[in-house]
């Protein structure tokens, strides 16, 4: 039975709209657990944890169901009360022994399909057969109806910190929802603003797009320091056409000597992570048979602009990482710089001209993937993205969580995404590319972890 509906953002729809069986919008975590100590059979350890989570009720968005637009309705997402679990819910067993790299083989290839959209777009997968008796979880989710931030939410209320705490929780519960009188009269006004007040809001996007269009412009020309437009100067590195197949590496840095070698240098975590992966991609091109001379690689990064309760608040922005030669620390200087020139940028500009800004400029290289255009403009290079994490150890029902990583989706144009989630005493970085593109993109994984210590070395 329909419950109420919920409209999409401008970057929710894009989406769906946009999403095709080669650019399909599957996000989720990929999460390894170590089971309790004295298990005997990690299989029979797998069965009764998915039968116990199944118990577990399904929260927003895990309830939600796309209902795309028609002559009388507007695209939107529908609550339901009735999810069959078991339809959601699958059990897998890998060859006794099975590594880490075979488990990410096979994870593609549940993460290639496309959602189901007649039901709430998610599934989830629980595996075993891992060497050392190990178990993987994996959920596989639709971006249209959560973020990355509220991907991390999901975690840290599906995990525990507490080793001794046994209950056992599920993905699919989902992110707190508002239940006060005062929040659901709140969200109530916010859903009916009156047509004037529309109007008004539209104006003020337009007005702040432009105004932030032109301050891009005059940076483009070198007249203003700033962000620059998008599509100029960007490199068609690490493009490549659109292909199922998907092929994952990951890597570890630790988060002490992270976050330690930032302060000595008055740069953010990101901005070390940047760095850190730039000489990675620089170093991986340069076997590829990249120039020195090459322009600077152009990162598509998101950035937070709420912490809402499911869809997308985000802005998805460009900007230039180091020159192609800079020695470790110069790249450092000059992503500080451009980093900089982002967070002024989002603070001069409204928020809804931000989401606007990234559903149209993500919409051309959708389009011109479509029409199969040759030599294309490039919007830039890769995905990198940083949606904090748990930094503590964490478990669920006492089985202790060894990993979890990120696994993202590919926009049109381009072959990679890097997303980085902080982990206990690490920070982990899934590399999620197009096989046919990038077969060897477990080197990449390989040149961040020397990257780092070579950023270290040259300070």
């Known amino acids: 039975m329909t419950q109420k509906a919920h409209s999409l953002s401008a970057i929710d729809l894009a989406l769906f709209v946009l999403e095709t069986p080669e650019r399909m919008s599957n996000i989720g975590p990929l999460a390894i657990l170590k089971p309790p100590p004295r298990t005997r059979n990690p299989g029979a350890y797998a069965d009764r944890l998915l039968r116990d989570m199944k118990k577990r009720p399904v929260g927003a968005p895990f309830n939600r169901v796309y209902h795309p637009p028609g002559l009388k309705d507007l695209p939107k997402l529908v609550t339901i009360d009735d999810i069959d679990l078991d339809v959601h819910c699958h059990r897998h067993t ?103 007040q529309q109007a008004v809001q539209a104006t003020r996007t337009l007005a702040s797009l432009y105004a932030g269009l032109a301050r891009q412009a005059l940076a483009t020309t070198g007249l203003a320091p700033g962000m620059p437009l998008p599509f100029f100067g960007t490199s068609s590195d690490l493009g490549g056409k659109p292909s199922v197949q998907r092929i994952l590496a990951h890597c570890k840095l630790p988060l002490k000597a992270v976050k330690a070698f930032g302060k000595g240098h008055h740069a953010s975590v990101n901005d070390v992570l940047l760095t850190v992966l730039d000489m990675a991609l620089n170093r991986y091109l340069r076997a590829k048979g990249r120039s020195g001379k090459a322009l600077p690689l152009v990162a598509d990064m998101p950035v937070a602009l709420s912490s809402g309760t499911g869809g997308n608040a985000i802005a998805v922005l460009q900007f230039h990482l180091g020159a192609a030669g800079a020695s470790p620390l110069e790249r450092l200087a000059q992503i500080k710089q451009r980093t900089g020139e982002v967070k002024e940028h989002v603070r001069r500009t409204d928020a809804s001209a931000l989401i606007t800004y990234t559903a149209a400029v993500h919409a051309i290289p959708a389009m011109l993937e479509t029409l199969r255009v040759p030599k294309a403009p490039t919007l830039a290079n890769a995905i990198i993205s940083n949606p904090f994490g748990m930094p503590y150890r964490a478990y669920l029902a006492g089985a202790e969580l060894e990993m979890i990583l990120p696994v993202s989706m590919l926009v049109p144009g381009q072959s990679l995404n890097i997303t980085a989630v902080t982990y206990a005493e690490h920070l982990q970085i899934a590399f999620l590319g197009l096989e046919a593109q990038m077969p060897d993109i477990g080197e990449l994984a390989t040149f961040a972890t020397e990257a780092f210590a070579e950023l270290r070395q040259a300070a």
């Open 94 to 196: 890998l060859p006794a022994g099975s590594s880490d790299e075979d488990l990410m083989v096979f994870v593609c290839r549940l993460h290639e399909p496309m959602l189901d959209r007649s039901r709430p777009p998610w599934e989830f997968h629980i595996i075993d057969g891992l060497q050392g008796g190990r178990i993987a979880l994996y959920g596989k989710v639709h971006h249209g109806i959560i973020d990355g931030r509220g991907f991390v939410e999901v975690c840290t209320r599906w995990f525990q910190a507490d080793a001794a705490n046994k209950d056992v929780r599920a993905m699919w519960e989902g992110l707190p929802q508002p239940r006060s009188a005062a929040a659901a009269h709140k969200a109530a006004k916010t859903r009916l603003h009156s047509a004037t």
